[in-house]
């Protein structure tokens, strides 16, 4: 099992970037696909984007294609979420998350693990 910590969220502007990581613990990060999502106020958890096992693919929503990125150090179980050009619209509680299958996922049933959530504000 593993255990992952968000972290990096806070208040910007529209226009501005932010820097989320995901730390993990208990098993090592290479085992996992790991994805980001995100929950809006009043609206269904939806998926942000996702990397392979090795860092060699990355996946995004279309909302977010451009000005999202995700990287990962397997060497130190982390991930991040480089985000630009925020929106208000990206405003929401952003979830790391672990699959331990082989491809990238959108769905969020395939995913077995997932952090407590940081939260992101956009000001517009």
């Known amino acids: 099992q593993v255990q992952l910590v968000e972290s990096g969220g806070g208040l910007v502007q529209a226009g501005g970037s932010l820097r989320l990581s995901c730390a993990a613990s208990?098993?090592?990060?290479?085992?996992?696909?790991m994805g980001w999502f995100r929950q809006a106020p009043g609206k269904e958890r939806e998926f942000v984007g996702a990397?392979?096992?090795?860092?060699?693919?990355?996946y995004f929503a279309d909302s977010v294609k451009g000005r999202f990125t995700i990287s990962r150090d397997n060497a130190k179980n982390t991930m991040v979420l480089q985000m630009t050009s925020l929106k208000p619209e990206d405003t929401a509680v952003y979830y790391c998350?672990?699959?331990?299958?082989?491809?990238?996922?959108?769905?969020?049933?395939?995913?077995?693990?997932w952090g407590q959530g940081t939260q992101v504000t956009v000001s517009s």
């Open positions: 998350a672990a699959d331990r299958g082989m491809g990238i996922s959108t769905s969020l049933q395939t995913y077995d693990y």
């Open positions: 208990g098993r090592t990060l290479s085992m996992y696909v």
């Open positions: 990397i392979t096992r090795n860092g060699g693919t990355t």
